[in-house]
């Protein structure tokens, strides 16, 4: 088999994400546009969130975890994968129609789980209703994940990256045409929830069968193989699932807060967009070699890559990290203020952005973090760790909800995120070289955080500015993009002056990636 070529694959990657990612976030502002943060908006937000929150045991979660590895052997090794391949997909798929069916029998109870703020409030029965609708979304993502896994595994990236692109196309035509038709447009978006999952599941399962690997699905056995990949996605399962109980906490707080649920997934979509994209560009490029490194005992390389992926988390994300804390009202009043999200969602949701602005940094720090366990075969940490951080979370978001009101879930989020990145750190001290951070890494970091702090002031006198445009219809965007780019400018700038990087040294590293 041809070896997979990383940088190609993280362009191809990259590329694909960062336009789902653009899309999504139109799909976002059209949404807020037509339906604002009323009773609609927040059941669709619930509606959408149940089959996606068990998308992260099914699809890109605990079972593709397990089934990757043990299929990439077989291809290497020549072991019948395709069989193997198929014994999954009939599997899963097999499990996750009896999942929808009791799914839709027990909605009021999974409504009720998610938000039980809407106990006997307008959305709570439109909650059950379009979550019903769009909850068999959870089959065909999950299937279209398993062929992912399958063409990531044999080098081919591009169909499984576009998938995402095609669900926020969807997802825009419905609102485009239920608007232009006069029609429901909350309905119209709950049916796209399907109809896109169907679309991407045919899409990449067209492309695994041009691949060589046409999945037809069988009556599902269980044979020995399908027990093993079940014994090992277990302790995914359960990493899993104290991710999830974190999101559940924050949407019971944001439930009893009227609008809340809107405000916090729109603060969310917004931190979202550079959050997914470093992520990837770490998880694509880096983290692998780091892996590699470390499980042959490659000390000394384990440290410079540790490092360098270190350096390139803070590089990109302190500065977003500041941007989002220093602008978020002119960011949310410009990209989502018009229609029916009025100046009134504004403030709310600034605060939830600029509070989740001042986690991104642990979320992307915890990508680097982790494969120093992983590699060495160590999941009983990271859950431990994960589990201590659900417990800081449930505390400070139930707690300070009476004094502090919904905000108080996405301090609870922001907070448990550190909380697992110093667990992470502190656990990973008895690792030895490896795990250590060098000298380079040392003298740029603190340049990395002076420079971001020169552009948080300068994103501020910028904001000063540039006010009188910032809010008037004709000029905002433009005075946006002008605000964004003083940021970007005065950042580089004082990061070349400081020292805190070189391009040449990012070429060079993604010269030894090839």
Request: aromatic share 12%; glycine share 10%.
């Amino acid at each position: 088999m041809l070896p997979i070529r990383l940088v190609s694959g993280f362009l191809t990657v990259g590329g694909w994400t960062m336009a789902s990612r653009v899309l999504g976030f139109v799909r976002d502002v059209l949404i807020a546009a037509f339906l604002g943060t009323g009773p609609a908006h927040q059941a669709f937000v619930i509606a959408f969130s149940l089959p996606n929150l068990f998308r992260r045991f099914f699809a890109e979660g605990a079972f593709n975890m397990a089934f990757v590895p043990m299929f990439s052997k077989r291809l290497e090794t020549g072991e019948d994968a395709l069989g193997f391949a198929r014994d999954a997909f009939s599997a899963l798929g097999g499990l996750l129609v009896v999942f929808t069916l009791a799914a839709q029998a027990a909605m009021p109870w999974l409504v009720l789980a998610m938000a039980s703020g809407f106990r006997g409030a307008e959305q709570f029965d439109l909650s059950v209703l379009y979550g019903r609708i769009a909850f068999p979304y959870i089959l065909f993502i999950s299937l279209a994940a398993l062929l992912s896994g399958v063409l990531n595994a044999t080098g081919r990236f591009a169909a499984a990256a576009a998938a995402p692109v095609l669900l926020n196309v969807l997802f825009i035509g419905a609102i485009g045409g239920a608007a232009a038709l006069g029609a429901d447009v909350a309905m119209a978006l709950v049916w796209a929830v399907p109809v896109a999952g169907a679309a991407q599941l045919a899409l990449v399962w067209w492309a695994a069968r041009k691949a060589g690997f046409s999945l037809v699905p069988h009556r599902p056995r269980l044979t020995p193989e399908l027990k093993r990949l079940s014994i090992i996605a277990a302790p995914a399962v359960l990493a899993g699932g104290v991710v999830q109980i974190n999101l559940l906490i924050g949407r019971q707080v944001a439930s009893y807060f009227d609008s809340a649920v809107s405000w916090l997934y729109n603060a969310d979509r917004l931190y979202q967009l550079p959050l997914g994209v470093v992520a990837i560009a770490i998880g694509v490029v880096l983290l692998p070699d780091l892996s590699r490194r470390l499980a042959a005992g490659d000390e000394d390389g384990g440290r410079a890559s540790f490092s360098r992926a270190t350096e390139f988390a803070l590089m990109l994300t302190i500065p977003a990290a500041v941007a989002l804390v220093a602008i978020p009202a002119p960011l949310v009043s410009v990209l989502f203020e018009r229609g029916a999200f009025k100046p009134e969602d504004t403030v709310p949701t600034a605060l939830a952005v600029a509070v989740y602005g001042a986690g991104l940094p642990a979320f992307v720090l915890q990508k680097v973090l982790q494969p120093l366990f992983f590699a060495r075969a160590d999941t009983r940490r990271p859950f431990y760790y994960a589990t201590m951080s659900m417990v800081v979370n449930a505390v400070i978001a139930i707690g300070l909800a009476p004094f502090v009101g919904f905000i108080a879930a996405a301090i609870g989020t922001t907070v448990a995120a550190w909380a697992m990145v110093v667990q992470l750190w502190l656990g990973s001290r008895d690792m030895g070289r490896a795990a250590g951070l060098d000298d380079r890494f040392v003298a740029r970091a603190p340049r990395i955080v002076a420079a971001s702090a020169l552009m948080g002031g300068c994103l501020l006198l910028g904001q000063w500015a540039l006010g009188p445009w910032l809010g008037t219809a004709g000029w905002r965007y433009l005075a946006l993009l002008a605000l964004i780019g003083v940021g970007i400018v005065s950042y580089f700038g004082a990061g070349a002056l400081l020292g805190a990087f070189r391009t040449a040294d990012f070429r060079a590293a993604l010269r030894r990636q090839r």
